[in-house]
């Protein structure tokens, strides 16, 4: 690629995370139903048939900034290793902090999921059905692994996979998007997690 073609296609990515970061920001304020093909062109600062060049359709970017943030959240989810030095638990804090830390960083969007997302669309149903399929499964096989170690009582894994992901739901959206929690405090608040989820409130 000689040089005019390598800035040729510097400035048009450029030009297309404009598009998408302008585009999360009225998402943000607006929610998706609110929020027209004219608010997104006026925010990113670019003609109709420019806007039309990256995405075809509010749905086309509202997708990609989904599947974006899904994406770094699968990449958060480490799997549970019995064999390895840190304990069970302390990888288990680690993963949650993880998750939490990209919740923060992407809290506009993750406050759009929350707010308005379930049942907004089929391909949007369908994105955020797979990725919740897919951490369940993570949870009931870190589950597993608390047994194997004894460190999990025997239980109903499906019911306890569900207390777990409620209780990571509710967390990231009151404590870190409605209630912006520093980011300081997400240590804290991945242990105080991990602990509750393991040992409840008995003494």
Request: glycine share 8%; charged share 25%.
């Amino acid at each position: 690629m000689d040089g005019r073609s390598a800035r040729a296609l510097e400035m048009r990515e450029q030009r297309r995370a404009q598009i998408l970061d302008a585009a999360l920001g009225v998402f943000a304020r607006q929610g998706y139903h609110g929020t027209s093909i004219s608010d997104l062109v006026s925010a990113a600062g670019v003609a109709r048939g420019t806007f039309y060049q990256y995405f075809d359709s509010k749905k086309t970017i509202f997708l990609e900034l989904l599947d974006t943030l899904l994406g770094e959240l699968k990449g958060s989810v480490k799997g549970v290793d019995p064999t390895a030095e840190a304990s069970v638990p302390e990888q288990l804090v680690l993963t949650i902090r993880r998750i939490f830390e990209v919740v923060l960083a992407n809290r506009a969007l993750t406050s759009i999921i929350f707010r308005e997302a379930v049942g907004l669309d089929d391909d949007v149903d369908a994105r955020l059905t797979g990725f919740n399929d897919d951490f369940m499964t993570y949870i009931k096989a870190a589950l597993m692994l608390g047994q194997q170690g004894g460190l999990v009582r025997s239980l109903d894994l499906d019911i306890a996979a569900h207390c777990v992901m409620g209780t990571l739901r509710y967390i990231a959206q009151r404590s870190l998007v409605e209630d912006g929690l520093a980011e300081a405090d997400v240590e804290r608040l991945a242990r105080e997690v991990v602990a509750f989820n393991l040992q409840g409130v008995m003494v």
